[in-house]
């Protein structure tokens, strides 16, 4: 599932600011990394998630909602680079590769390692996915007992 998701900032709902979201979810990924079955689908269960002005190669971007030009420049960027983002992550080869390269990814937070973990082994390369998971429980902490949890049933599929 491809998400695409505008965001409105605070304190002001409706008036702005906004951003756009665009993510992809995938439901067997998801179950890997969590175990659960049916979870709803959001930004915080996308395998992956990038916010517009980082795709159009800039910082993070927010519209003003009470401006005249925003509703156009929001669509235009929708349709110019959010779009076209997601339509080259339709295989998990694709999507494992965005997440890969993805600005977060070297950073200490793990949970984009243990998700291409699971891509990884949902492509076929166990051995890699392995690999990532002996990655995040090498660093310890609360995250390693995750990473048992996610390898069981990777051995398990």
């Known amino acids: 599932c491809r998400l695409l998701r505008g965001r409105e900032g605070r304190p002001q709902p409706r008036k702005g600011p906004l951003t756009l979201n665009v993510g992809v979810y995938d439901r067997e990924c998801d179950w890997l990394c969590w175990g659960v079955q049916e979870r709803p689908i959001s930004e915080a269960n996308c395998v992956f998630v990038e916010r517009i002005g980082f795709i159009l190669g800039g910082n993070d971007l927010w519209w003003k909602l009470d401006e005249e030009p925003t509703p156009h420049q929001v669509a235009q960027s929708a349709e110019r680079h ?37 891509l990884r082994a949902l492509i076929g390369e166990r051995a890699e996915a392995l690999r990532l998971l002996n990655e995040v429980q090498a660093g310890g902490g609360d995250w390693a007992q995750r990473t048992l949890e996610v390898e069981r049933r990777i051995s398990a599929a």
């Open 82 to 118: 959010a779009l076209p983002l997601l339509e080259r992550l339709k295989t998990r080869e694709a999507i494992a590769d965005a997440v890969e390269t993805h600005r977060s990814f070297g950073w200490s937070y793990p949970l984009p390692k243990i998700r291409l973990a699971a």
